[in-house]
């Protein structure tokens, strides 16, 4: 049974850096084909996604706003983990890690979400 | 980057009726399009990928038609826990994109 967890800091101040980690289950982060992305909800709005990154290492961001978005993955851990910089109070939103269905660049399996208030 | 543009923003049923959400994206996408349901404080839920093909354990009153750039979700019989967010998503190429959502909600 696939599984993922969403785990980090709840509340930043703006201009600090967030550190989402999505703890997976139930497969390998290096098994191939395998990938997972990282999505946001700010409230009252729609979903949004921010990053990708496949069993291979690569890595895909949104255009908007990747140059304040790192993804990483750390096999032997069973995570991956979304920093985001220069926060901002609309960046307010719940964050998801989900995994990718099959070879379908659309998402089965998702985490419960973090809920990330930025706030002074 | 592919836009997806969803209609209408809200619809109003009964448990019974039958319901019709319209998606359609900015350039042809083949049949890359995925349809999720979403709750308040809940992950989304994949229904339809592929644009037809129905997720294990889906009901099978919902189902998912077209291709290249409009697409519907039909749910039929709607039943009290259908009543929700539903959003659709184009899975062709990144950046993945979302259209805005339309709510279900109770007449």
């Given at each position: 049974?696939?599984?993922?967890?969403?785990?980090?800091?709840?509340?930043v101040?703006?201009?600090?850096?967030?550190?989402?980690?999505?703890?997976?289950?139930?497969?390998?982060?290096?098994?191939?084909?395998?990938?997972?992305g990282?999505?946001?909800?700010?409230?009252?709005?729609?979903?949004?996604?921010?990053?990708?990154?496949?069993?291979?290492?690569?890595?895909?961001?949104?255009?908007?706003?990747?140059?304040?978005?790192?993804?990483?993955?750390?096999?032997?851990?069973?995570?991956?983990?979304?920093?985001?910089?220069?926060?901002?109070?609309?960046?307010t939103?719940?964050?998801?890690?989900?995994?990718?269905?099959?070879?379908?660049?659309?998402?089965?399996?998702?985490?419960?979400?973090?809920?990330?208030?930025?706030?002074? | 980057?592919?836009?997806?543009?969803?209609?209408?923003?809200?619809?109003?049923?009964?448990?019974?009726?039958?319901?019709?959400?319209?998606?359609?994206?900015?350039?042809?996408?083949?049949?890359?399009?995925?349809?999720?349901?979403?709750?308040?404080?809940?992950?989304?839920?994949?229904?339809?990928?592929?644009?037809?093909?129905?997720?294990?354990?889906?009901?099978?009153?919902?189902?998912?038609?077209?291709?290249?750039?409009?697409?519907?979700?039909?749910?039929?019989?709607?039943?009290?826990?259908?009543?929700?967010?539903?959003?659709?998503?184009?899975?062709?190429?990144?950046?993945?994109?979302?259209?805005?959502?339309?709510?279900?909600e109770?007449?």
């Open positions: 049974q696939i599984t993922l967890k969403e785990s980090g800091l709840t509340v101040k703006p201009t600090q850096t967030l550190t989402l980690t999505c703890t997976v289950s139930g497969f390998s982060l290096s098994a191939s084909g395998e990938g997972v990282w999505f946001r909800q700010p409230p009252g709005k729609a979903l949004e996604w921010l990053a990708f990154i496949y069993w291979d290492d690569d890595k895909q961001y949104s255009p908007s706003l990747q140059n304040r978005l790192t993804i990483t993955k750390d096999t032997s851990k069973n995570q991956v983990v979304l920093t985001m910089a220069s926060m901002d109070p609309a960046d939103a719940t964050y998801f890690c989900a995994h990718r269905r099959g070879v379908h660049l659309c998402f089965d399996y998702w985490g419960q979400g973090a809920l990330v208030t930025v706030s002074s | 980057d592919i836009r997806v543009t969803q209609s209408p923003s809200s619809v109003s049923a009964s448990v019974g009726d039958s319901v019709t959400i319209a998606c359609r994206a900015s350039r042809e996408i083949g049949q890359w399009l995925a349809w999720y349901q979403k709750k308040p404080g809940k992950a989304p839920n994949l229904l339809i990928y592929a644009a037809s093909t129905l997720q294990s354990g889906v009901p099978v009153r919902f189902s998912g038609s077209g291709s290249g750039t409009d697409f519907t979700l039909t749910i039929n019989n709607v039943q009290p826990e259908d009543f929700a967010t539903y959003y659709c998503q184009q899975a062709h190429s990144f950046p993945v994109t979302f259209g805005q959502g339309t709510r279900l109770i007449k």
